[in-house]
């Protein structure tokens, strides 16, 4: 479901695999990057970014679901519970939210005639989610050794063909 804005942003709505929905804000079309976001209950949980070098290549930048989030409250009654028990963070992680913004980014990529995708994994990554590079695979990208375009301390590549 796609949603207009004032602030020239589309948004839509993108279900987790509880059924939960959640906004994903994309802020407006440039020419060599685009932003999109998560946002739960006004508070941003996820964010994709993305670098377009035309004719052909789209580089994910980050994809990231946050793992600690404490929402504002939603009226006073509860901002003054907050002042006697602190509220436990919400790791919004394993909800197949990350799944949504990189089907966001290929989808995207295909409408702008993209052929292929790639980005870089660092330690970093790979320690913050084991998981991540057969998540990756999982979603047919091949993951590669480090090639002169990832960046300087990437571990390994990622790739998709769209052709």
Same mark, same amino acid.
Not at 25 to 53: H, W
Not at 70 to 95: Q, S
Not at 115 to 124: H, N, W
Not at 141 to 162: H, R
């Given at each position: 479901?796609?949603?207009?804005?004032?602030?020239?942003?589309?948004?839509?709505?993108?279900?987790?695999?509880?059924?939960?929905?959640? !906004? =994903?804000? %994309?802020? /407006?079309?440039?020419?060599? @990057?685009?932003?999109?976001? *998560?946002?739960?209950?006004?508070?941003?949980?996820?964010?994709?970014?993305?670098?377009?070098?035309?004719?052909?290549?789209?580089?994910?930048?980050?994809?990231?679901?946050?793992?600690?989030?404490?929402?504002?409250?939603?009226?006073?009654?509860?901002?003054?519970? !907050? =002042?006697? %028990?602190? /509220?436990?963070?919400?790791? @919004?992680?394993?909800?197949? *939210?990350?799944?949504?913004?990189?089907?966001?980014?290929?989808?995207?990529?295909?409408?702008?005639?993209?052929?292929?995708?790639?980005?870089?994994?660092?330690?970093?990554?790979?320690?913050?989610?084991?998981?991540?590079?057969?998540?990756?695979?999982?979603?047919?990208?091949?993951?590669?050794? /480090?090639?002169?375009?990832?960046?300087?301390?990437?571990?390994?590549?990622?790739?998709?063909?769209?052709?």
């Amino acid at each position: 479901m796609l949603e207009s804005s004032s602030k020239n942003t589309a948004r839509m709505i993108v279900r987790d695999r509880q059924e939960r929905e959640y !906004r =994903l804000q %994309v802020d /407006p079309d440039e020419e060599q @990057y685009f932003t999109a976001k *998560l946002l739960y209950r006004n508070s941003a949980i996820g964010m994709l970014q993305c670098v377009l070098y035309p004719p052909d290549k789209l580089v994910i930048g980050d994809i990231i679901i946050h793992s600690e989030v404490i929402h504002a409250p939603d009226h006073l009654g509860t901002a003054l519970l !907050r =002042l006697l %028990v602190e /509220p436990k963070p919400i790791d @919004y992680r394993r909800r197949g *939210l990350g799944t949504h913004l990189l089907q966001f980014a290929i989808k995207k990529a295909r409408q702008r005639g993209i052929k292929r995708i790639y980005g870089s994994l660092t330690q970093e990554d790979i320690n913050n989610n084991p998981n991540l590079v057969k998540w990756y695979e999982k979603h047919g990208f091949k993951v590669l050794p /480090p090639s002169t375009e990832n960046i300087e301390n990437a571990v390994c590549g990622i790739s998709l063909d769209l052709r």
